[in-house]
């Protein structure tokens, strides 16, 4: 027994970093604030020892796994792990027949499925009559939708519970954390400066397995000082991460300065320079779908109504990103940035809403007027709602000259069309329309 107490020890030792730092506590627990919070559903569930069928959905690295042994140890239940890639229908069975005699004898068994959504329909099944009974508890981990990858009987009798990718500030935490826990790299003295601890957090982009292998492959291959410390420099972390670590911070002064230069480069119609400030943000690590958003609001804001077609390239484009990820999606941003760096610009519905929402603000008790109010109630109609309506489909020209702005703002103008693109056809046809209706 000394000996395999020995073995176990040093196994533990040669463990990945990650694997030696796992939380025993939710007090050790990083993130996921929104369930394990104090006051939050599965932390009330946890401390009254209620606990049902669930499954975690959220991408790599986040704590789904350490999550679920964090509950069989509150709760004092056996757990079992299993391995969708592995596992079977007779594996399946043999435990759920050893669940059920331990039922019978009171104990609980938590039976942990990573990657849930790899089972088959028969393998999930296999699990659907020992969820009914109550003999075991089921917690499924998986990293794509729910909805999609889980039968539909075995996902009613589970609760979903959605993790988040972990903030740049808990992979920080948890990096200064492993530089001094004793199960971690605590027994040594580390020299790491706090912009390469930050260089990590945002290549981990959220996944803590991710963080903290790099930080160990960066210790074990740091430079050995003459008393012993480990130096990590720069150079070494830019091996270890297999890229170079640009200047940039998501949070900082540095993403807002590049998303900055690539819409003004496309609203300059550069499309050379907006490329480079894509790739500039994409390569340090941004989020695709965060830039994909942007040129959702630059398709609006700065081409509009010139081309319209140009938001649903955007919208395109984010999807494509959702679909493709990294970094097979950069070619399809590249395509969204210069398509809206070369259509025509108008800023007009940008302005357009700006004069609104300043007349809204001011004027917010301005009585919608009666000939535009739905009469649907006899009181309405006695109240005159409705009243003097013109329904446009019942002319010729499809128009009225019904006015339909408050009396205080009759003549205001808000939308006033540019001559770029399709928008000058517009503004030829609105000078019409408006030109009609006086």
Not at 18 to 24: F, G, I, M
Not at 28 to 54: A, C, F, N, P, T
Not at 260 to 277: F, G, T, V
Not at 297 to 306: C, I, L, N, T
Request: aromatic letters at 8%; glycine letters at 6%; hydrophobic letters at 40%.
């Amino acid at each position: 027994m000394e000996q395999l107490s020995l073995f176990s020890e040093e196994a533990n030792r040669n463990a990945p970093l990650a694997s030696r730092l796992r939380p025993q506590t939710l007090e050790d627990y990083i993130g996921q604030e929104h369930l394990v919070g104090k006051g939050k559903i599965l932390r009330k569930m946890l401390d009254e020892d209620w606990i049902s069928s669930m499954i975690f959905w959220g991408p790599p690295g986040v704590g789904k796994t350490t999550l679920a042994r964090i509950i069989a140890h509150m709760t004092r239940s056996s757990f079992v792990d299993f391995s969708a890639v592995t596992s079977g229908i007779k594996e399946i069975k043999d435990v759920m027949k050893q669940a059920e005699n331990d039922r019978m004898m009171g104990l609980k068994t938590i039976v942990f499925v990573d990657e849930i959504h790899r089972f088959n329909k028969a393998q999930q099944d296999a699990f659907l009559p020992y969820v009914e009974k109550g003999s075991i508890i089921l917690i499924g981990a998986t990293t794509e939708n729910p909805s999609f990858e889980i039968n539909s009987a075995l996902l009613s009798r589970c609760k979903v519970f959605v993790l988040q990718a972990l903030t740049r500030q808990d992979i920080l935490k948890l990096l200064h954390n492993a530089l001094k826990d004793q199960r971690g790299l605590g027994g040594s003295v580390i020299h790491i400066e706090e912009t390469l601890l930050n260089a990590i957090a945002s290549f981990s982009d959220g996944d803590a397995r991710t963080a903290l292998n790099t930080l160990d492959m960066a210790v074990l291959n740091g430079q050995i000082e003459l008393d012993g410390s480990i130096t990590v420099k720069g150079e070494l972390l830019e091996q270890c991460m297999g890229k170079k670590m640009l200047l940039y911070d998501r949070a900082g002064e540095e993403h807002y300065n590049l998303i900055s230069a690539l819409h003004k480069s496309m609203r300059n119609s550069d499309p050379d320079a907006a490329i480079y400030w894509l790739a500039r943000m994409l390569e340090a690590g941004e989020d695709p779908l965060y830039v994909a958003r942007r040129l959702i609001r630059f398709a609006s804001e700065d081409v509009g109504m010139a081309d319209s077609n140009a938001i649903q390239v955007a919208v395109a484009a984010y999807q494509a990103c959702h679909f493709n990820g990294m970094p097979e999606c950069n070619v399809n941003l590249s395509h969204a940035v210069v398509y809206l760096s070369m259509a025509p610009k108008s800023n007009a519905l940008y302005i357009g809403y700006e004069r609104a929402k300043e007349d809204a603000k001011n004027m917010l008790t301005e009585p919608v007027p009666l000939q535009i109010r739905n009469g649907v109630t006899e009181l309405m109609q006695e109240l005159h709602y409705g009243e003097g309506y013109q329904y446009a489909h019942d002319t010729k020209e499809k128009l009225t000259s019904m006015k339909c702005l408050p009396e205080s703002l009759e003549g205001r103008e808000y939308y006033i069309p540019g001559e770029q693109g399709e928008e000058a056809k517009i503004k030829e046809k609105l000078e019409k329309i408006k030109a009609f209706k006086k």
